[in-house]
């Protein structure tokens, strides 16, 4: 009995071993947990023609948007293991891991993390009306004006409002949160005064900023960025340690063969080192990255302890 299940398990993996040895042999479907249109479907549909021509086989991507990205990305913790379901998601992926109660997934148990596909430059923005021209101006003015600024996120519970939390913490601030149902709302009230500042992704404002109707004081990336390489760190501008990246990650579910997602990590990344998906990528503020497999699950496991720390400091709770 023993002998005859040892023979079936080796059988099984060098089965396994072929599929992956074949793979791909049919569409692959990415998954994006989002409507169409957005920034990760913008991202998707960048790498889907390169893809398609390295793999030689289509990349069809699908929307499945719902719950802040909990649908799709159910969907694809419950797909068979065979590389042919992926998914893109962002870095609410790694926030919901201690806001949401009762995840029906865990993303580090659950998932194979393949790449992180790239960094979405954000900014710490203010009104041209607020008397600050640094990030150490603007928390000497709200520390000494407790309670009386103000700051736009896109929602309760979203990256941008995280980023500001976190920034709160880090200088300790008592400013006002005024969420949004969007960025686009919360611009146009940045816009007109209503708040005051803002820690938001960077293409929904850069046109502000070169405008003057908005004042840039530093990037909350952990380097500088590409789209506006002039900005200093929220680091070098003086809140050492401060960092809030947004980003795009590709996934499999978790058993999926290592043979699998290494070549699909080797496809992405020579994808991003194109010119022409670089620069796509990089006029909507996303900078390619194509960060390897072992390095992304140590940067997934940091970015959920970190959050959940934000998280369990504010006593953070969903709409």
């Known amino acids: 009995m023993r002998h005859a299940l040892l023979f079936g398990l080796t059988l099984a993996a060098a089965g396994a071993t072929a599929a992956a040895a074949d793979y791909p042999s049919r569409p692959i479907r990415l998954v994006v947990p989002y409507p169409a249109g957005g920034p990760v479907d913008i991202t998707a549909r960048a790498l889907g023609p390169r893809l398609t021509e390295a793999l030689g086989q289509p990349i069809v991507v699908d929307n499945r948007g719902g719950a802040g990205?909990?649908?799709?990305?159910?969907?694809?913790?419950?797909?068979?293991p065979d590389g042919y379901t992926l998914l893109l998601c962002t870095t609410a992926n790694a926030i919901n891991a201690s806001l949401i109660p009762k995840l029906p997934y865990d993303m580090q148990k659950d998932f194979a993390p393949i790449t992180m596909v790239a960094i979405i430059t954000s900014v710490l923005v203010v009104h041209p009306s607020v008397p600050a021209h640094s990030v150490k101006?603007?928390?000497?003015?709200?520390?000494?004006?407790?309670?009386?600024?103000?700051?736009?996120?896109?929602?309760?519970?979203?990256?941008?409002?995280?980023?500001?939390?976190?920034?709160?913490?880090?200088?300790?601030?008592?400013?006002?949160?005024?969420p949004y149902k969007g960025a686009s709302l919360a611009v146009v009230d940045l816009l007109s005064g209503q708040v005051?500042?803002?820690?938001?992704?960077?293409?929904?404002?850069?046109?502000?900023?070169?405008?003057?109707?908005?004042?840039?004081?530093?990037?909350?990336?952990?380097?500088?960025?590409?789209?506006?390489p002039e900005l200093?760190?929220?680091?070098?501008?003086?809140?050492?340690?401060?960092?809030?990246?947004?980003w795009h990650g590709l996934f499999a579910p978790v058993r999926t063969s290592q043979v699998i997602v290494d070549r699909l990590y080797r496809e992405v990344a020579a994808a991003l080192r194109t010119s022409e998906t670089a620069a796509y990528l990089l006029n909507g503020?996303?900078?390619?990255?194509?960060m390897p497999p072992d390095r992304f699950?140590?940067?997934?496991?940091?970015?959920?302890?970190?959050?959940?720390k934000v998280v369990k400091a504010t006593g953070m709770k969903v709409d």
């Open 297 to 308: 699950k140590v940067k997934l496991r940091d970015e959920i302890e970190k959050w959940a």
């Open 232 to 246: 200093p760190t929220m680091d070098e501008a003086g809140l050492r340690g401060y960092e809030s990246e947004g």
């Open 137 to 178: 101006e603007l928390i000497a003015l709200a520390k000494a004006k407790p309670g009386q600024l103000s700051y736009a996120s896109t929602g309760n519970g979203t990256p941008t409002h995280l980023a500001a939390e976190l920034f709160k913490r880090m200088a300790g601030l008592d400013i006002v949160h005024i």
């Open 285 to 290: 503020g996303a900078e390619p990255i194509g």
């Open 69 to 80: 990205s909990i649908v799709g990305s159910d969907l694809v913790a419950k797909s068979a």
């Open 196 to 228: 005051q500042l803002s820690l938001i992704s960077a293409p929904g404002v850069v046109p502000h900023i070169k405008a003057g109707k908005l004042r840039a004081l530093a990037v909350t990336n952990a380097k500088r960025s590409t789209l506006l």
